[in-house]
């Protein structure tokens, strides 16, 4: 039988934490960094680029691709989900205070859907940030 091999690729170095990824309308891989603040695209020529518009204590965790073609993912830290094009333009919608974003989907109704892991709820958000 033959050994898998593992190819590991280094993104931003220790305390980065690396959690949460899903394949981007481009191709590339992303990828929340939990412990920096920030997401990483991972490109199919290996390419590692940083996205760090977040604050270090946001806690970025799941990441998803949105309706609208950009990456979305939630802010667990300071209650808020992210959005990164794939162009690298960046933005955030603020949540209710305390929420703390944990999951997040993309329901039939083309709506983000999050869960509340602090406040025990479930939450929806519009592309539009509605």
Known sequence: ???????????????SGPYSITVGPDGALWLTLAGSG?????GLDGEVRIHRDDPPGSRPLIIVGGPDGALWYTRSGDDRLGRVTVDGEAGS????????????????DGALWYAGMNDDTAGRVTAAGR
Do not use: N
Not at 1 to 15: D, S, V, Y
Not at 38 to 42: E, Y
Not at 93 to 108: E, F, I
């Open 38 to 42: 920030g997401v990483a695209r991972l």
């Open 1 to 15: 039988m033959t050994q898998p091999a593992i190819r590991e690729i280094p993104l931003t170095g220790p305390g």
């Open 93 to 108: 919608v603020a949540l209710p205070p305390g929420c703390g974003p944990c999951g997040l989907a993309v329901g039939a």
